[in-house]
């Protein structure tokens, strides 16, 4: 039914690729909460197309305990939800998508020793279990805890490889990671890096273009194939660009605080 998902979060994404920018913070003696939240437009039209709000749950160490992502259509209206669980594990969190108006689910319910993953189409359901080994591996929004986790190789030049469970898919497929080039965004010293298949997957599948800043540790912008779908095409947008920081755009609509 859908291309291979977008490498989120948190989503790196974070969901896609999250510890990214805080829109507000909250927090108590165990946990912290923290808001962020994307913007994503067709890459090549520059069309707007939805919003992205995660709301993260944090430890008082910084590790990512739940989150919930909520998906707005240009109208403000919610068209897809994520609840995502890190406690089991660090970069395959449990979790579950639904898109309610296409009749569509996915997600991971366990990981251990294996990843069982499935998807749901108009109440036909599919689930497999997937292999862990070996590591390093990802799923969802735990991509980008992997990218950070990895972040002082890619940063030297070296080419990275992984295994990233594809619940849409499910199905668990090789991957590889590189620096590109080092850039300036709104003022910040920033590295994009390359993700594509590791494997003759990489002539048929477009690559993702991740833009972190130079530390690691914030995803700024994110390129490629969508996890949300098009109304229009019952399809996942084939190329989006989802920026984080900034101020929102004026096309933008979610319930705010």
Known sequence: MMPLP???LSSAVRAACLAVWMW???????????TVVGFARDLTTERYLYTEVHELSSAPDGRVLSGVSRYFDPQGREVARKTLDYRFHRTVPR??????AQGYAEGIVAENPDAVAFKSYKGKEE???????PAPVAADSGFNQLIMDLWPRIRAGETVRFGLIVAGRTARYEFRARRMEDVTI???AATRVRVEPDSVLRFVVDPIVLTYDIAGTRLMVYEGVSNILDPETGK????????YGGP????????RP
Do not use: F, N
């Open 6 to 8: 977008r490498l989120v």
């Open 248 to 255: 929102a755009p004026a096309e933008a609509r979610w319930p």
């Open 236 to 243: 996942v947008y084939p190329k989006v660009r989802i920026t």
């Open 127 to 133: 689930r497999r279990s997937l292999p862990m080994a």
């Open 95 to 100: 979790y579950r998508l639904d898109i309610p």
């Open 186 to 188: 709104q003022g910040t």
């Open 24 to 34: 507000g913070s909250t927090a108590t003696a165990q946990t912290t909460s923290d």
